[in-house]
């Protein structure tokens, strides 16, 4: 993560905690202030950052306020996504309806520590909170997003495909770090202790930091790869749908071959006895005309012979 990156991210992960009536505020003087320190592009930057909806601040106020219980709703997804793996049925039904009265609890929660910050929460938005928590349990990149604390909207899991982020999160998750805290009182003992104990906390985050970067990396490659997926598959539902109709269409026009065969069968005996009696006919017409020929002839020869 760069310089730039992490000032931004620790400005976004300031501001997505504050009240939304009092967010657009904010931002303008961070980004005031970031224009006065010199850096125009982060100035920019936080100017760009928009306002999250109330489900979207409720999820991240409780990211904040409530860490301990977006961990436990973490932890019970992971559970359920290993009993589903497992193919556990018993253990699957019990952690499905700790599940829904978790996420009822923790969104309820969550209204009540937004509503001590002076934000009504509807029942709609409380419903949007609650689905959100459920994408949490349902999905590890919603998870991800979620304890980002930087939403923008709420998410929305249908057990079929995967979480779409797109238009969620304030800032991409490659960009998002630690954020910086304000040192505690230092702890009494030797100096060198005391710089083994900071080094290796120091140490520590470098590897947390890198560790997220790469999962970001993979995460971003992976919904490519999801949405890449999803496209086929669309396109393979409507595939399989012409398939339908065309063969749907076929069966009616034989369908209309078979019962144009079965009138056409009497047809052709009709017409097989036509023509015979036609050739009967012909046959008579012709014996017919052969007589009157003899006959004219039997004429012709007795008025010669009576005009001698």
Sequence with gaps: MTTAESALAEIAHDLYGVPPGEFTAARNARAKRAKAEGDPDLAKAVGGLRKPNVAAWVVNL???QLPERIGDLV???DELRSAQDDMDAATLRALTRQRRA??????KEGADLAAEMGQKVSAVVTEQVQATLHAAMTD???ATAVRSGVLLGPLEATGLDEVDLTETLAIPLAAIGEPTSTPG?????????SARRSSAKAKAAKEVTEAKSELAVA???ATKTGKTMRARKDKVR???AQVLQLRAELDELLRQVEALEQKLDPVVEDLESAQETYAEAEAMDIAAKAAVERAQRRLDKA??????
């Design 62 to 64: 409780m990211v904040r």
């Design 303 to 308: 008025r010669a012979t009576a005009s001698r």
């Design 185 to 193: 009182p230092r702890e009494k003992g030797p100096t060198d202790l």
């Design 219 to 221: 995460e971003a490659a």
């Design 75 to 77: 932890s019970l997804g």
């Design 140 to 142: 590890e990149l919603a």
């Design 238 to 240: 409507t595939l399989q």
């Design 102 to 107: 978790l996420t009822a609890t923790v969104a």
